[in-house]
């Protein structure tokens, strides 16, 4: 059997100077080959335990590989995107970006994720340069609630994710109204790079590093407030008994998403490497979907993205009886 290899080249020692978050995503250049490719420096990302990618990490190089090919003073503002195939942590990915159109103010692209000759994963996105002016604009943003606030990693319903992850997330239980139902829970956490973002990498590595947090946890929200908690923490992270883990575990036959769209707000007033408060919710779940949505806030409060994203939920044969649950 031939041996699988994880990326194109032999990957460079980490940049000492860069994050954890920084290194893991870095992208190197198949220009030589064709304008506007590239492709994983280092093996793609996957969590303890997965057989597949993590999801945040194509989502993340797709949009690194998108802002290589626009100036600096363009930011994304819409990144719109598909799950084709599950992709393998052992296989190099090609990202071919397509410059759909380039404009004064706004700039498109669209970039295909292709692994062993199949596109796995494609995503459009839209790139808005920075107003400087003054002059008169609408504007209004939801706040961040204040029970956000409070979550510490001093809290007992929290929990620290291990910096191994490259991230550290802070949890709180769910929060839900008098009576309500399950499309009015409200789970939240915190999160941040586990190490600083190095100044060089500028307003898009924050862009990047946000992207792929935006996906942590993220589908597993629409699982968790139909009590099916353990897609919502890594097996090794829970605080469940080891007999609803096996329950939980029955229960859940697959979860995969199919989608992800994020809105990016302020793309220049926060850091990856602070605090960013998450505020999950799933309007809808039915017909062996779910739909979750999320805001993200930046430590000082600032609404800086809004996400969106539709997945495969699936009981098992025993499970699904119960109509219950969902």
């Given at each position: 059997?031939?041996?699988?290899?994880?990326?194109?080249?032999?990957?460079?020692?980490?940049?000492?100077?860069?994050?954890?978050?920084?290194?893991?995503?870095?992208?190197?250049?198949?220009?030589?080959?064709?304008?506007?490719?590239?492709?994983?420096?280092?093996?793609?990302?996957?969590?303890?335990?997965?057989?597949?990618?993590?999801?945040?990490?194509?989502?993340?190089?797709?949009?690194?590989?998108?802002?290589?090919?626009?100036?600096?003073?363009?930011?994304?503002?819409?990144?719109?995107?598909?799950?084709?195939?599950?992709?393998?942590?052992?296989?190099?990915?090609?990202?071919?970006?397509?410059?759909?159109?380039?404009?004064?103010?706004?700039?498109?692209?669209?970039?295909?994720?292709?692994?062993?000759?199949?596109?796995?994963?494609?995503?459009?996105?839209?790139?808005?340069?920075?107003?400087?002016?003054?002059?008169?604009?609408?504007?209004?943003?939801?706040?961040?609630?204040?029970?956000?606030?409070?979550?510490?990693?001093?809290?007992?319903?929290?929990?620290?994710?291990?910096?191994?992850?490259?991230?550290?997330?802070?949890?709180?239980?769910?929060?839900?109204?008098?009576?309500?139902?399950?499309?009015?829970y409200k789970l939240r956490q915190r999160i941040k790079s586990a190490e600083r973002i190095?100044?060089?990498?500028?307003?898009?590595?924050?862009?990047v590093a946000l992207a792929f947090m935006s996906d942590r946890n993220f589908l597993g929200?629409?699982?968790?407030?139909?009590?099916?908690?353990?897609?919502?923490?890594?097996?090794?992270?829970?605080?469940?008994?080891?007999?609803?883990?096996?329950?939980?575990?029955?229960?859940?036959?697959?979860?995969?998403?199919?989608?992800?769209?994020?809105?990016?707000?302020?793309?220049?007033?926060?850091?990856?490497?602070?605090?960013?408060?998450?505020?999950?919710?799933?309007?809808?779940?039915?017909?062996?979907?779910?739909?979750?949505?999320?805001?993200?806030?930046?430590?000082?409060?600032?609404?800086?993205?809004?996400?969106?994203?539709?997945?495969?939920?699936?009981?098992?044969?025993?499970?699904?009886?119960?109509?219950?649950?969902?």
């Open positions: 059997m031939m041996k699988s290899n994880p990326t194109f080249f032999q990957p460079p020692a980490a940049d000492p100077t860069k994050s954890g978050i920084e290194n893991m995503l870095e992208l190197t250049s198949l220009a030589a080959i064709k304008p506007d490719l590239f492709t994983n420096t280092r093996p793609l990302y996957r969590h303890p335990g997965a057989r597949g990618i993590y999801g945040g990490s194509v989502v993340a190089q797709c949009l690194a590989a998108a802002q290589k090919t626009v100036p600096e003073s363009f930011d994304v503002h819409s990144l719109h995107c598909y799950f084709l195939l599950a992709g393998d942590s052992e296989c190099p990915i090609t990202y071919a970006v397509v410059r759909v159109r380039d404009g004064n103010s706004f700039a498109s692209r669209a970039v295909d994720a292709i692994q062993k000759g199949c596109r796995i994963f494609t995503t459009s996105m839209s790139f808005v340069r920075q107003n400087g002016s003054n002059s008169r604009i609408l504007q209004h943003a939801i706040s961040l609630p204040d029970e956000i606030r409070t979550i510490t990693e001093n809290r007992a319903s929290t929990h620290e994710v291990s910096k191994a992850n490259l991230t550290i997330t802070h949890r709180e239980k769910i929060s839900t109204e008098p009576n309500g139902k399950p499309r009015s190095s100044d060089d990498g500028g307003a898009q590595a924050h862009l929200a629409a699982a968790v407030i139909n009590k099916l908690y353990q897609s919502y923490a890594d097996q090794e992270e829970t605080s469940l008994s080891k007999n609803d883990r096996e329950k939980t575990q029955r229960d859940l036959s697959m979860i995969v998403s199919l989608d992800h769209s994020i809105y990016f707000y302020e793309p220049r007033k926060f850091r990856a490497d602070e605090w960013i408060y998450q505020e999950m919710t799933s309007p809808w779940v039915g017909h062996g979907r779910g739909v979750v949505m999320q805001h993200m806030f930046s430590e000082d409060g600032t609404l800086i993205a809004t996400c969106y994203q539709e997945g495969v939920l699936r009981l098992s044969e025993a499970t699904s009886k119960d109509t219950s649950k969902l």
